[in-house]
């Protein structure tokens, strides 16, 4: 496994991957690895011939008062992990490889950017596209590799790389869980134990969500506000957003009867977590 921290030997070692014939699979991370990203280091391994890491926690996606300065960074850990895992190759820049002095060119998805977490954290989504645009630029991959549980990332890449002609195949791998059914996040090391307890709310919201579109109740009001109902059971769970939205353009739907995406964030303690569910079309 090679470890580069460089955008010049990045290209030059994703050259010598193609010169051999083979295909490359990128999975873009923070670090801080758990199982959700090895899930996805694991299917680009399936699917691709080479796979590359990149680890770099991105200062454009942070706002000033959120946790750049604390997001866990676990690199001794993260490395041998990767290893274990047959990586080919960890791309892990610093800010002035990426941002360089004086750089003033950004990518902005505009409307996707504005909805669920792009409200309440301003430039988010712009600092996410940037940095991605810019990992597809230097690695080249033939296909990138992402979780569904940042479905409206996901959505905001997706319309990214549709409008920018970018010549790869964007593949969105299952959330990953808990045995209690947490979705697993880096941040989820922030909570104490009975922050940890709380934040089971969010998933008990989508099932309750779950359940009811079972039963034939297809009204996304009537649905959100029995997910409201469920977490409302812990106070001390701040909800900063409950929407039910399509999955593409996260705009509001009506209804589920073309499918949809339900989306949670709140607040736990002091940390933010999100999840969501897809809800299939009904027949």
Not at 128 to 148: E, N
Not at 156 to 166: G, Y
Not at 182 to 194: D, F, G, K, M, Q
Request: with cysteine; hydrophobic share 45%.
């Amino acid at each position: 496994m090679r470890i580069v921290s460089n955008i010049a030997e990045t290209r030059a070692a994703g050259r010598e991957l193609r010169a051999e014939g083979r295909s490359i699979g990128l999975v873009p991370t923070m670090g801080a690895l758990h199982a959700g990203h090895i899930s996805l280091v694991r299917a680009a391994r399936e699917q691709c011939d080479a796979v590359v890491v990149s680890i770099f926690v991105n200062p454009a996606q942070f706002g000033p008062n959120e946790d750049f300065a604390k997001y866990p960074r676990t690199w001794d850990a993260d490395c041998a992990l990767l290893e274990s895992e047959g990586v080919d190759l960890i791309f892990a820049p610093d800010a002035a490889e990426m941002y360089p002095e004086g750089a003033s060119t950004f990518v902005d998805v505009e409307g996707v950017s504005d909805r669920l977490d792009g409200v309440s954290r301003p430039g988010h989504f712009r600092g996410v596209s940037t940095v991605v645009a810019k990992l597809f630029h230097i690695v080249d991959p033939d296909r990138a590799f992402f979780g569904q549980k940042d479905a409206a990332q996901v959505a905001v890449l997706r319309r990214m790389v549709r409008d920018l002609h970018f010549g790869l195949g964007l593949v969105v791998c299952p959330t990953v869980r808990e045995v209690d059914g947490l979705a697993l996040s880096s941040r989820n090391r922030y909570l104490s134990p009975e922050e940890r307890r709380q934040a089971l709310v969010l998933n008990r919201a989508l099932r309750r969500v779950e359940e009811r579109v079972a039963q034939g109740v297809l009204d996304a009001p009537t649905l959100i506000d029995d997910a409201l109902s469920i977490l409302g059971d812990e106070p001390n769970v701040q909800v900063d957003y409950y929407r039910i939205v399509d999955p593409a353009t996260l705009e509001d739907v009506a209804d589920v009867r073309k499918g949809a995406l339900a989306a949670i964030a709140a607040i736990v303690g002091t940390t933010r977590l999100i999840d969501n569910l897809v809800i299939a079309p009904q027949r």
